[in-house]
């Protein structure tokens, strides 16, 4: 039997797969989307020089020859209250944090750095510590300016971007549209987490899992339930995610060769072109793709471990290309602190736990058993060992490709 290597696969998934439509959102809906266009700033921030202190607004030149200089204040100018004059030689003027420096001024002194005397002929200050030319003043532009794009496409969007996307005075963002990913678990053992299953049943794991993942990808994942191990039952689960519009089916289990796994045949008569079935990969082997009209279909094996990593390594970068997000694999190295054999044909991917080291290098311990029903282990995994096909045997303080998890 031929086994798809898994770099082909994730490719023939992504072939043909375009970004999904954009859609204008407020800022206060924006958070966790993902942009769909470059943003640039709307304005200049700050869009005059302003003071960064509360104090005083002076010439720096009226600071030097004298060792405490005394100047006369002529007016107040808190943030939003520009002052109209000019400051001449000799003159000072009450400034607070954000308020445009005036005309003729160049610097501020802190009031820490002041005595501030009230004279008949009006108020003075004597500048105790003299600053250095230019103290305390943004300059117009200084966090940005009008035109630069601080926001590109693909991004997604987290409170800093949404406080700068305010600055830049853009009250609403242009985001991709959110994939629907129908879920639908297929086993006769199986029940919802919560009810009592029969001696020979178990509980429904997989789907819990999948929906985190599509929503930690920026999904909305759609509960088609659990169905029986039975042609008609599931084709009505079928039918109900075309009509939903998902825009990718994903069936949990039924992916494999047993009497029971009818999953591709009612998908084929639903109408699904098959565009791969079977990975070299451990686990995952029975993995299949294909599409039933616009609705992308991910057909994940039913062993726990073996969806989630699954999920990982093709669903995620599915969503990532419907979202129009680069996708990457996102590989780093570690040490082994364990020995590993011999590969075979399949690209294991190791469950293993993951340190970080005194001198900062990752190191990881894979576990020994990797039953890929095993599911304790892979929530106490801090990594996935990525094992090429016939990849040879490894000794401790070899260095790995591995995956954090
Ligand atoms: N003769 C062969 N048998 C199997 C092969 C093979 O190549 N030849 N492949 C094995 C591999 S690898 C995997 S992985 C599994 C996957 O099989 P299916 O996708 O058909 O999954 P099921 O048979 O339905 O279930 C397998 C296993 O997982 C449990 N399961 C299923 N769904 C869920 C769920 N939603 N939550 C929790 N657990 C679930 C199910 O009870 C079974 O124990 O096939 C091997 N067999
Ligand atoms: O490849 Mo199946 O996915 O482990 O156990």
Redesign the pocket.
């Known amino acids: 039997m031929s086994l798809m290597p898994v770099a082909d696969a994730l490719d023939r998934l992504l072939t043909g797969v375009e970004p999904l439509a954009s859609e204008w959102v407020d800022l206060a809906h924006a958070n966790g989307r993902v942009l769909a266009q470059d943003m640039a700033a709307t304005r200049t921030q700050p869009p005059f020089a302003a003071s960064a202190m509360d104090g005083y607004a002076v010439r720096h030149a009226d600071l030097q020859g004298s060792p405490v200089p005394r100047l006369r204040v002529i007016g107040a100018a808190p943030a939003g209250h520009a002052f109209a004059g000019t400051l001449g030689p000799g003159e000072a003027l009450r400034i607070f944090t954000g308020a445009p420096l005036p005309d003729g001024a160049d610097t501020i002194v802190i009031q820490e750095d002041v005595t501030a005397l009230n004279e008949e002929d009006g108020d003075v200050i004597l500048v105790n510590e003299i600053p250095r030319a230019s103290a305390f003043v943004r300059p117009a532009g200084l966090d940005f300016k009008q035109g630069d794009v601080l926001l590109t496409a693909g991004r997604t969007l987290c409170y800093r971007d949404l406080a700068l996307a305010a600055a830049m005075n853009h009250p609403r963002l242009p985001v991709r549209r959110k994939p629907v990913v129908a879920i639908l678990?297929?086993?006769d053992?199986?029940v919802r987490p919560g009810e009592t299953p029969a001696a020979d049943q178990?509980?429904?794991?997989?789907?819990a899992g999948v929906a985190a993942l599509v929503e930690d990808c920026g999904g909305v994942p759609l509960d088609l339930g659990i169905s029986r191990d039975e042609p008609m039952e599931m084709a009505g689960h079928v039918a109900r995610a075309i009509e939903a519009k998902a825009d990718i089916l994903v069936t949990?289990?039924?992916?494999?060769?047993?009497d029971?796994?009818l999953v591709q045949k009612v998908l084929g008569d639903a109408g699904m072109d098959l565009a791969f079935w079977r990975i070299a990969m451990?686990?995952?082997?029975?993995l299949m793709a294909g599409h039933l009209g616009a609705t992308k279909v991910l057909g994940?094996?039913?062993?726990?471990v073996?969806?989630l990593v699954c999920s990982l390594l093709f669903l995620k970068p599915l969503m990532a290309r419907l979202l129009g997000q680069e996708i990457t694999a996102g590989h780093r190295t570690a040490t082994l602190t364990a020995a590993l054999p011999e590969n075979d044909r399949r690209q294991d991917y190791v469950r293993a736990t993951l340190e970080t080291a005194a001198d900062g290098s990752l190191r990881v311990t894979p576990f020994t058993r990797q039953d890929?029903?095993m599911l304790a282990l892979l929530a106490q995994s801090g990594a996935l060992v990525v094992r090429p096909p016939h990849a040879p045997a490894l000794d401790p303080g070899e260095t790995v490709p591995i995956l954090v998890l």
């Open positions: 678990a297929t086993g053992e199986l178990i509980i429904a794991s997989n789907h949990l289990g039924g992916a494999s060769v047993g029971h796994d451990r686990p995952g082997k029975p994940l094996p039913g062993n726990p073996s969806s890929s029903s």
